[in-house]
């Protein structure tokens, strides 16, 4: 009865079903507490996002995988202290992290909360060595500003980290000879299989992100493994041992495996030598070569796979998602069939392995798997279409027949399997590189960089929402808003319900003041999620824009009260109060900003930009020095720099700043007309002037330029002169401020002698 | 500027307009200001006057004239004062005779501007700008709107709103000009 309920409750979860997997698993607990059930019950309410149940339920468990579970409830209801405390106990230093590379990465994000930097890093480090494929903790690492070189980190030492995980230990990465004997491949498979069935494990449905990695090391505790259903992360599964899905398949299914597990199973010692016994995976091996793909030879199959299951099923301490993999599967095979019937010789499911390497990271869940099982010693033409589609199968007799030539040629196939697997994950890296690449130096804002970086991927990756998101963000930070729009823009149409990079593109509508636009972007986020940070922050920019700064500052609130660990919704709080003029406030909401996250360097920009309003000018520099520090490309930034200089009376620096400002970004007019003012203040006319005259060809409507020409050559009693450039200024249509000013100063001019000169 | 029907004569107002119209470079510069006011009825004090909302109003309780005074914290520009007063609703109650002084304090007040309306009927813009172009703002710690006299020679005063404006400061601290053109406009802030 208890593995019944644990099957229904595990067959109810990856069907999404929760409310019948919660209830059948309290059933299971009552009736057989066990912590490895209290586990599986643990999943149940994360899955259905009660993480305060999880809480209740596994506390003081110590089993590892319980500890990461709890310290996952702990960290959905923020009790950081606890959910630390739980993957890492403070009187046990030396106890390992649960759950290998996602373990390391929750602890480092909680470090990174808790505002431990070093910690944190050491952390996400360890995830990526463990696994590779963790993309997240590289993230996390680009955003802390402390990641390594894509190259390295997804290079040839992950590739051989990556294929040993996913091939059999038999196998490994570098001696797949054929010299391995069907015997001896089977027994090492069997092992592999075994090791890899806890890796397979797949976890957590609470993390999300985690998932995307695909491949978790879990801690080999068959109980706390087998609660967990497997979700996604059997993509790698696949390659390698194909009795191991089958395995889990049968362990799942408890009575009578599908058809297709047995297939794949029955496929699995075909490319991959694994099998329960070596005996029945030669005769399966035969049979099943070609329903591999089909595996529709039911009869035949259900004996053999009988057999292979009754070996596996003890060995799999995991439970394998059976139903829906298995009939994800089904079609898998079957696509995968399409791919051609000649497998005799090719079968190798390498290519596929090298496929289903790549796949991973899209986390699907049992299909993805299923594939790759699949894949396994299969030729795999176009293994992208096959995988995709979902084609009928073809007829299976014929396959059966084929299955019978190919049994001999099983051998061969692990060893090529192995193979393939390296290319897979040569593949994946060498994808994962670029990304990896691009995303950390845009984090370090090196925008032209990151650009030309993810140029290089190819055009089915580079048009993700992702992606263009990415591309987006970097054109937003070189300042170039046209740009920027239109990469969001598609960005938009390639993924219209994703909000990642939402919220900058916001940014980019405003500041080029497409209110329209804007207002449309802000509508359509809210509509697709409401419960989003990004949304509120979209509708906020929409209102800031029309000048309703306390609208805009509600909105803004909102964001930050969904999600107070969205920097960027402080930020922007932190410019509404400014613009309301309440300048404590403002300088508190820069200053949560940067509690959440120390590199946003809007917010050091913000409180630069507060102080020098209150004339606060040391205040001032150092902020705008922090900022600097941090994105040391923006022009704007360093004009600011400069500015605060000018008003400390550090000239010279103040003058060295703009000079590089001007030489970072040539569109930017801001530092040519601050260095203008700066040589005003040290009484270089001249070289002010021929700034100014540079401008004039660049901004000819700018009311500023013309303004502050006008007061040069009124300081040089070139009054004529004054008289032209104070008119032209006033024709620009400058502010009501400004027409005063201006217009004082024409009073002025006609006074020559007046020593009043406060213009 | 702000829309308003000027009678023929000299610092005569007649009439008022429905609707609340300010020019966008002019912000509301009263909201951090201290308000008082020389007299009040119970139940319609000074809050009123700047609840925006019209049918709450301010009714003084004493001997003319009126004041209302607005001090802020710190120096500021000033460039336009608008009520809201109606002579259909208060009749005798309306303001005929105003007076605008601006001073450091109680004690300095000065005189600087006048204005007399005639069966004013929604929001009144009085401008406190002189003719010469350095004079387009008041540069002041207080304002006092004075009522002199009301119309039917009623002796206290009915005044439904008040709101000061003032130019807006320069977003870019530390400015002598303010940017017009989008070019300067665009690469100004950081966002």
């Known amino acids: 009865m208890e593995a019944i309920l644990t099957e229904c409750a595990q067959n109810s979860l990856r069907h999404f079903m929760y409310r019948n997997a919660i209830f059948m698993c309290e059933r299971l607990c009552a009736e057989f507490p066990s912590e490895t059930n209290s586990q599986l019950l643990a999943v149940c309410y994360l899955q259905n996002n009660q993480a305060y149940s999880a809480y209740h339920i596994l506390k003081g468990n110590h089993m590892a995988h319980s500890r990461y579970l709890f310290a996952q409830s702990c960290f959905k209801m923020d009790l950081l202290n606890e959910a630390e405390a739980a993957l890492c106990p403070p009187n046990e230093s030396s106890a390992e992290i649960p759950n290998g590379a996602a373990g390391h990465y929750l602890l480092g994000l909680i470090y990174r909360c808790t505002d431990r930097r070093k910690s944190a890093i050491y952390h996400f480090n360890q995830a990526l060595s463990l696994d590779p494929l963790l993309w997240a903790a590289y993230e996390e690492l680009c955003i802390l500003g402390a990641a390594e070189e894509a190259a390295t980190v997804f290079g040839d030492a992950a590739s051989l980290c990556i294929q040993k995980q996913h091939l059999p230990h038999g196998l490994g990465s570098k001696s797949m000879q054929a010299s391995a004997e069907d015997q001896g491949l089977i027994s090492s498979r069997n092992v592999g299989a075994e090791d890899l069935s806890p890796r397979h494990l797949k976890n957590i449905h609470g993390n999300s992100q985690r998932d995307a990695a695909g491949n978790y090391h879990s801690a080999p505790q068959p109980g706390g493994t087998g609660s967990q259903p497997l979700n996604g992360g059997p993509t790698t599964l696949s390659f390698y041992s194909t009795p191991s899905p089958m395995a889990a398949a049968s362990q799942l299914s408890g009575v009578a495996p599908p058809p297709i597990c047995r297939n794949m199973q029955i496929n699995g010692p075909n490319s991959c030598a694994t099998g329960a016994d070596s005996s029945p995976r030669s005769t399966v091996n035969s049979t099943i070569q070609a329903p591999r793909r089909k595996f529709v030879d039911e009869g035949k199959l259900r004996k053999v796979s009988g057999r292979l299951f009754a070996d596996s099923a003890p060995r799999r301490s995991i439970r394998l998602a059976t139903g829906d993999s298995v009939a994800n599967t089904n079609s898998n095979v079957s696509t995968v069939s399409g791919n051609g019937t000649n497998h005799s010789s090719k079968y190798l499911g390498g290519s596929k392995i090298a496929t289903g390497s790549v796949r991973p990271v899209t986390g699907r869940k049992g299909q993805s798997w299923s594939n790759e099982n699949f894949d396994e010693g299969i030729k795999h033409d176009g293994y992208d279409d096959s995988r995709n589609s979902s084609t009928t199968c073809s007829s299976p007799s014929s396959e059966s027949r084929s299955l019978d030539q190919e049994g001999p040629t099983s051998a061969a196939g692990v060893c090529l399997s192995g193979s393939r697997v390296a290319v897979g994950a040569s593949d994946l890296l060498a994808l994962l590189r670029i990304l990896g690449e691009g995303y950390r130096l845009s984090c370090g804002y090196r925008c032209q960089d990151a650009l030309d970086v993810y140029v290089k991927l190819p055009q089915k990756q580079y048009n993700t929402g992702w992606v263009l998101s990415q591309v987006g963000k970097a054109y937003f930070e070189m300042v170039d808003y046209v740009e920027a729009d239109h990469a969001f823009n598609l960005a938009r149409l390639a993924s219209p319900y994703s909000l990642e990079g939402m919220d900058v593109y916001s940014t980019v509508l405003y500041h080029l003041k497409e209110d329209m636009k804007l207002s449309y972007l802000a509508q359509e986020l809210i509509s697709t999620d409401r419960l989003a940070p990004q949304s509120w922050c979209a509708m906020g920019n929409c209102y800031s824009l029309q000048k309703d700064h306390e609208t805009a500052l509600k909105n803004f609130q909102r964001a930050v009260q969904l999600d107070s660990r969205f920097a960027y919704a402080h930020t922007l709080c932190g410019h509404e109060y400014v613009a309301l003029e309440d300048f404590e406030n403002g300088i508190k909401s820069y200053q949560s900003a940067l509690r959440v996250d120390t590199r946003h360097y809007n917010a050091w920009y913000g409180l630069g930009m507060v102080y020098l309003r209150q004339e606060k000018f040391e205040f001032s520099e150092h902020h705008f020095r922090m900022a600097f520090q941090i994105n040391p490309r923006s022009s704007v930034i360093m004009s600011y720099l400069g500015t605060a200089l000018h008003a400390l009376k550090r000239n010279k620096e103040a003058l060295e700043i703009m000079e590089k400002a001007i030489m970072a970004d040539k569109k930017n007019p801001l530092p040519l007309y601050q260095k203008a003012n700066i040589l005003v203040t040290v009484e270089n006319f001249d070289g002010a002037l021929e700034v100014l005259e540079e401008l004039k060809e660049y901004a000819p409507r700018e009311s500023s330029v013309y303004a502050l020409m006008g007061r040069i050559y009124k300081r040089r009693d070139m009054y004529d002169k004054a008289m032209l450039h104070f008119g032209l200024a006033l024709d620009m249509k400058p502010s009501a401020t400004d027409v005063a000013t201006i217009k004082a100063a024409i009073e002025k001019l006609h006074v020559p002698d007046e020593i009043e000169d406060n213009l | ?191």
């Open chain 2, 1 to 191: 500027m702000a829309e308003s029907s000027e009678g023929e004569e000299e610092g005569k107002l007649v009439g008022g307009n429905q609707q609340l119209v300010v020019d966008d470079d002019l912000c509301e510069m009263a909201k951090k200001a201290a308000w008082s006011v020389s007299s009040c009825k119970p139940g319609n004090g000074v809050l009123s006057l700047r609840d925006d909302n019209l049918d709450t109003y301010w009714q003084s309780d004493g001997a003319q004239p009126h004041l209302v005074n607005i001090q802020f914290q710190k120096k500021v520009k000033l460039q336009l004062v608008v009520l809201y007063v109606d002579f259909k609703l208060d009749e005798s109650y309306t303001p005929s005779k105003i007076s605008i002084r601006a001073g450091d304090g109680f004690h300095n007040l000065k005189e600087i501007k006048a204005i007399e309306l005639v069966k004013p009927a929604g929001w009144v813009y009085i401008s406190l700008s002189g003719n010469d172009p350095r004079e387009t703002f008041v540069n002041t710690f207080m304002l006092q709107i004075a009522i002199l006299s009301n119309h039917l020679n009623g002796r206290d005063t009915h005044v439904r709103q008040i709101k000061v404006y003032g130019p807006r400061p320069n977003p870019i601290p530390h400015q002598a000009f303010q940017f017009t053109s989008r070019e300067f406009i665009t690469y100004s802030t950081v966002r």
